[in-house]
């Protein structure tokens, strides 16, 4: 039995070796004809990187703060909003600017409903924004619309890209990119622009 085991394990070896050696052939062969991604192609794969991130994500229920009867929302919970943004910066998909837009946002319509400038009935829609999912100011999303994401109009200047992106049907978002150390990096889309979001509606 010894001698059967031992056989097997000289065969794997010999078999592990013959297609290691043959992995470093074909790695070396891939790496003369591999194309090196262009910027469209990069911001493009960043874009849905972020969308099936986004789409994974669970929503914490600790983002508001209520009155004592439950009936009106007086302000955001700025400790969770710490927190968003600490898993927003964990992801390396977005860039500072995308981050201090997105905090001033949202202390900046906490700041409303604390002075009582807006007033957001519990159950309601908001008073502010426009009544949309602002990762794509859609109320609904194809199935799995990352894999059909492309980018239509691009424009790079240096390390700045202004672009949009659809999934088709005439659907089109307008977002920007900066390159930071080398790596494309969200810096602006336009569910999060600041003076739409915190616009009251009426």
């Not at 439950?70 to 968003?84: A, E, H, R, T």
């Not at 194809?142 to 980018?151: C, G, V």
């Amino acid at each position: 039995m010894k001698y059967i085991e031992l056989s097997m394990l000289l065969l794997g070896l010999t078999f592990f070796g013959c297609n290691h050696a043959e992995s470093k052939t074909t790695a070396r062969a891939k790496e003369k004809i591999a194309v090196p991604l262009n910027d469209k192609e990069k911001i493009q794969n960043l874009m849905r990187q972020v969308y099936e991130w986004h789409e994974t994500q669970i929503f914490s229920n600790n983002d508001m703060l209520y009155d004592e009867k439950d009936s009106i929302y007086i302000g955001f919970n700025l400790d969770q909003l710490k927190q968003d943004i600490e898993n927003l910066k964990e992801t390396s998909f977005f860039s500072n600017e995308f981050l201090e837009n997105y905090y001033k946002i949202y202390t900046t319509l906490d700041k409303k409903l604390r002075n009582k400038e807006i007033e957001w009935l519990v159950g309601d829609l908001p008073p502010f924004g426009n009544d949309t999912n602002p990762w794509c100011n859609c109320q609904d999303t194809p199935d799995n619309y990352w894999h059909k994401m492309t980018l239509k109009i691009l424009h790079i200047e240096s390390n700045k890209a202004t672009f949009t992106w659809t999934w088709g049907d005439n659907f089109e978002y307008k977002a920007r990119a900066v390159r930071e150390n080398n790596f494309w990096k969200i810096a602006y889309l336009q569910g999060f622009d600041f003076k739409e979001m915190t616009k009251k509606k009426y």
